[in-house]
């Protein structure tokens, strides 16, 4: 049986990572690293973890554990800076190694990338549409996997420079680490735009499509979930055609019949994610709606997926698909 390692364990991708790998039935924790809790037992991150898992260890020594897959889930300059095992499958969920041009990190990431000549070696995974090639995977961000699913299929069939993607995503996908627009008073009762021009996904959306794109990013007063409304223009074709041809086999992506939205209830505390086709009948515009829940197909879902795929492991082992929870 494979065994796995998480270092960042403590945070919301981490502890999401953790619940996915607990219930994989040919995956094995061997190790979870936190600088902050190392030498506490597993329960200090909660209550609901018995005495079965390994204690916290500073995350140097989860490394060093010789798991068979190691899901990283550090902040972005961290995870850039350290050096992956070798012979070991790496899921980094940071936005360390999305980015090919480690010129572009400074810019959206605030730091010079430490290790520029790694950048290569990385695959860009988003299974459905681009499966993990190799051992390294960097694992999407949750505004791109959702901008993604809705547009990489549609990207000969729509003119790049009408393409607007307007996200909205709850306070969650900021981290666990308290920031004021995290505070109850401000995101209660309120919707605000925030990083317009400058959030750190638009690269890597830019890089997957081919075409930078319009990206204005929302934080909406729930605890998880991701609603993107994608506008293009569409050059002819079936729009409808290509999207149900690229997730026909996919049992993570729903193309919902005409007439049915989607709903980030439905898709809440699921690896799933949602995608509606119309077309807007005063300007002839394609509108591409994708919902998904931020810590699950967008981060902790997503990595355990292409984990499985690169473990030649069942793509859909572990993860939360099934149910109708109210």
Not at 47 to 53: H, K, M, V
Not at 93 to 120: I, K, V
Not at 123 to 133: G, H, I
């Amino acid at each position: 049986m494979p065994i796995a390692a998480i270092i960042g364990a403590s945070g919301y991708s981490g502890q999401e990572t953790l619940d996915r790998v607990l219930r994989h039935p040919e995956l094995e924790v061997v190790a979870l690293g936190s600088d902050s809790l190392a030498g506490e037992p597993a329960s200090a991150l909660d209550l609901r973890l018995n005495g079965s898992l390994p204690p916290f260890v500073p995350n140097e020594e989860a490394l060093e554990t010789g798991a068979d897959v190691l899901f990283v889930c550090l902040g972005h300059e961290r995870a850039a800076a350290f050096e992956p095992p070798p012979e070991t499958v790496v899921v980094d969920l940071s936005g360390a190694h999305r980015l090919q041009d480690p010129a572009l990190y400074p810019a959206w990431y605030g730091f010079e990338h430490p290790r520029p000549g790694t950048l290569a070696g990385w695959s860009y995974a988003v299974p459905e549409l681009s499966p993990p090639a190799g051992r390294l995977i960097a694992n999407p961000g949750c505004y791109a996997t959702a901008a993604l699913l809705a547009l990489l299929p549609l990207a000969g069939a729509v003119d790049p420079a009408s393409v607007v993607v307007d996200a909205k995503s709850g306070v969650s996908g900021a981290g666990r680490e308290l920031k004021p627009s995290s505070h109850a008073g401000f995101v209660l009762e309120n919707l605000s735009p925030y990083r317009v021009g400058s959030h750190q996904h638009a690269p890597e959306i830019a890089q997957a499509l081919g075409f930078p794109v319009c990206f204005v990013p929302h934080l909406l007063p729930v605890r998880r979930g991701l609603l993107a409304t994608c506008y293009a223009q569409p050059l002819g074709g079936d729009l409808r055609g290509l999207l149900e041809e690229a997730y026909a086999d996919s049992d993570v992506v729903r193309v919902l019949p005409e007439g049915v939205a989607p709903e980030l209830a439905r898709v809440q505390h699921t690896d799933g994610a949602e995608i509606a086709l119309y077309e807007d009948a005063a300007t002839g515009r394609a509108v591409v709606v994708c919902a998904l829940d931020n810590l699950g197909k967008g981060a902790a879902g997503q990595a355990l997926q292409n984990a499985n795929l690169a473990l030649g492991l069942d793509e859909t082992a572990g993860l939360r698909l099934a149910g109708v929870l109210v």
